[in-house]
């Protein structure tokens, strides 16, 4: 869905903050790169593709006027649908719900005319910093946020983690306590060692300043666990970890357990990863599945340029390799044909959203003269475009059409492989999805639908 991230530095002396930020929203960008935003001081940037390089930004944290020891930055794969995004200091990992009563609320004021990030923006302000009643202004973030939202006001940033826990969020600190961060994910660990993470617990309300560093303000009970699945498939990077979980095991796992339950109903001779982020579940796949098919092989058939993504989260960088295909004539996915010929092939997918990259591969394999193609699926279907990161229900998601139609995966599997062009399509089940994640099928968000279509028989 969103990066985002927030540095607070006690010893600006020591130049610490621009080397960290930079690098820190470059390691953010495999969560979206169609927009990106930063502040630090009085001083706004914002634009639209990759985040720029680093000489694009020396002249602010080279400005004497720029003071500021704060810094919040935000990455997403889509411009925001909100336009208050370009008047506030708010950026969000996640979704608002239930925000068609705002305007009602009697805190609401000005902001009646407002969109909803706007309005609870608002109100959460009021609840927290006027009338300083911190508990009931979490408690409202939690009843409209699933996720995470950041906030900042004049030198202070205020975080807030939905009691859920939908959304990973993590705090670090440095061993002399002088700098704190605020960040979607832990992986950063992995650039900013001297940094020690941890997570931050749903329902807590954190604040960065310069007085204290770091302080937490108030903390709701966590009531139910409701985490996202999609950071386990796509959203968080391979080395992160989710509540003490692998981001990387827990893919292999994935692959693992779907091979366990599809072993005996399929007959393929190779799978390949495709686009770069299931090959983790293609590791794991291949690896159980060889106990079932002694013929099998692992090897590489589709190499798919990683910056091409022919879905509606497609960034400003892909447009270009878009123009690069419509002037070529020619796909940006190289079909090994060695690898393809006559053979049964699976292709594994970490999602299928419009269908278009299954369909354009599906078209390429069978020129290459595939036997077979079946398309194996980590995530389950995606009926709602909130859960792939795109804020908003999307009646041009290729499952979509068969909510509430069909009576299980089965039946929406053949539907899908034949809209496809595949042989044949297997979904993940939130019940197999949850198994190979190792969390409780309860404590995973899906859709309402979703999560009662199963398979006829585990």
């Known amino acids: 869905m969103a990066g985002i991230l927030a540095i607070c530095d006690l010893s600006p002396s020591l130049h610490r903050t621009p080397s960290y930020f930079l690098q820190s929203m ?18 706004v940037f914002d634009g639209d593709g990759s985040f720029p390089r680093d000489d694009h930004f020396k002249h602010i944290f080279n400005d004497d006027k720029n003071t500021s020891s704060i810094t919040i930055g935000y990455l997403s794969k889509r411009s925001p649908r909100f336009s208050s995004m370009k008047e506030i200091l708010a950026i969000i990992d996640g979704f608002l719900i239930d925000t068609d009563k705002l305007h009602l609320h009697p805190y609401v004021g000005q902001a009646r005319e407002k969109d909803s990030l706007f309005k609870i923006y608002h109100i959460f302000k009021k609840l927290l910093l006027e009338r300083g009643q911190p508990e009931r202004a979490c408690e409202f973030l939690d009843r409209h946020l699933r996720g995470n939202m950041i906030i900042k006001e004049n030198e202070i940033v205020y975080a807030y983690r939905e009691s859920t826990g939908f959304k990973p969020l993590v705090k670090g600190r440095d061993s002399r306590n002088s700098l704190f961060i605020v960040a979607s994910e832990n992986s950063l660990g992995t650039f900013l060692q001297d940094v020690n993470f941890e997570d931050i617990k749903p329902g807590q309300l954190l604040a960065l300043n310069l007085n204290n560093g770091q302080e937490i303000i108030s903390s709701l009970p966590m009531t139910r666990t409701m985490l996202d699945p999609f950071e386990f498939v796509r959203e968080s990077h391979a080395a992160a970890f989710i509540n003490g979980k692998s981001v990387y095991e827990a893919r292999k796992r994935m692959g693992k357990t779907q091979a366990d339950f599809l072993g005996k109903e399929i007959n393929i001779e190779s799978a390949f990863a495709e686009p770069d982020y299931p090959r983790p579940m293609t590791l794991g796949f291949s690896t159980e599945y060889q106990r079932y098919h002694g013929n099998f092989v692992t090897s590489e058939g589709i190499i798919n ?114 809209e496809t062009g595949a042989d044949s399509v297997f979904y993940n089940s939130p019940y197999i999805l949850s198994k190979g994640i190792g969390i409780s099928e309860q404590e995973l968000w899906f859709p309402e639908w979703v999560r009662f279509l199963d398979y006829e028989a585990h």
């Not at 169609?34 to 502040?39: D, E, F, G, I, P």
């Not at 910056?307 to 940006?332: C, I, P, Q, R």
């Not at 190289?334 to 369909?359: P, W, Y």
Request: positive net charge; aromatic residues 8%; hydrophobic residues 35%.
């Open 26 to 43: 470059r390691m953010l960008q495999h969560r979206g790169k169609a927009y990106w935003k930063m502040t630090t001081g009085d001083i």
């Open 305 to 418: 340029d990683r910056y091409d993504d022919t879905d509606h989260m497609t960034d400003f960088s892909e447009h270009v390799s878009k123009n690069k295909l419509l002037a070529s004539k020619k796909s940006l996915k190289f079909v090994l044909k060695g690898s393809i010929t006559g053979k049964k092939i699976a292709s594994i997918q970490g999602t299928i959203q419009t269908g278009d990259t299954v369909k354009e591969s599906v078209y390429y394999l069978r020129k290459a003269g595939a036997k077979s193609i079946t398309v194996i699926v980590s995530y389950v279907p995606t009926i709602d475009g909130r859960q792939v990161g795109l804020y908003t229900h999307n009646r041009d998601l290729i499952a979509h059409k068969y909510v509430g139609t069909v009576p299980s995966i089965e039946a929406l599997n053949q539907h899908i492989a034949k």
